[in-house]
């Protein structure tokens, strides 16, 4: 068991019932992230951001630095030495992820033009591949344009991942993995879903740059 996850439980032991679904997503994002897919993720409102923070941890360095590899850094060559040595000295290592909040244009054309608890649905089928993941962030586990875009999901073979407060709603039946934290409250639940993210952006970290 990573010595990250256990720290997670030191600090917030109300979450040791969540023990062995964190312990799923993260071999779940890892195996996706290892085939070349990346994580699409979804939420309404305080999730949304909540869908952006993990995408600003997985696409530049976290916890490391995440320097280039030899290989990559000898590529930014071929701008010359001044400039590749910039351009390699100043890029990151990256896990792709794609906040499905972010695409306001999109958004707000579907909203109006189709239907809006099917806006995250047609980005998922619009983006999704088998080797990818998708995270959702819902504090009832019942939001309508969540469970569509799962429902999507799970039809294209995308690997699904929901974080929920107690009972999980329709989460828990429909996701591959469900972290149902326990609590009740929308403020509590969110809390508890900010530590569980960042100690699985650690660990992806120490996976794939450490």
Request: charged residues 20%.
């Amino acid at each position: 068991m990573s010595q990250t996850l256990e720290q997670l439980f030191v600090k917030y032991p109300d979450l040791e019932p969540c023990r062995s679904s964190i312990q799923g997503a993260f071999e779940s994002m890892k195996v996706s992230f290892e085939k070349g897919g990346k994580m699409l993720l979804a939420g309404n409102g305080g999730s949304a951001a909540d869908c952006e923070h993990v995408v600003g941890e997985l696409m530049k360095g976290f916890m490391s630095p995440r320097r280039l590899p030899k290989e990559q850094r000898d590529k930014m060559m071929l701008h010359g030495e001044e400039q590749g040595t910039y351009l390699a000295d100043h890029l990151q290592g990256a896990l792709p992820a794609i906040s499905l909040v972010s695409h306001t244009a999109f958004a707000t054309a579907f909203n109006n033009d189709v239907a809006a608890d099917m806006v995250f649905a047609q980005q998922v089928y619009g983006y999704g591949k088998p080797e990818d993941t998708l995270v959702v962030f819902s504090t009832s586990g019942n939001s309508a344009n969540i469970v569509h875009a799962v429902q999507v999901a799970k039809a294209l073979g995308v690997y699904t991942i929901g974080l929920t407060g107690e009972g999980g709603g329709r989460l828990k039946e429909l996701c591959d993995v469900t972290i149902c934290v326990p609590y009740r409250s929308t403020p509590d639940i969110q809390e508890r879903h900010l530590p569980i993210y960042h100690v699985l952006c650690m660990m992806l970290e120490e996976a794939f740059f450490v």
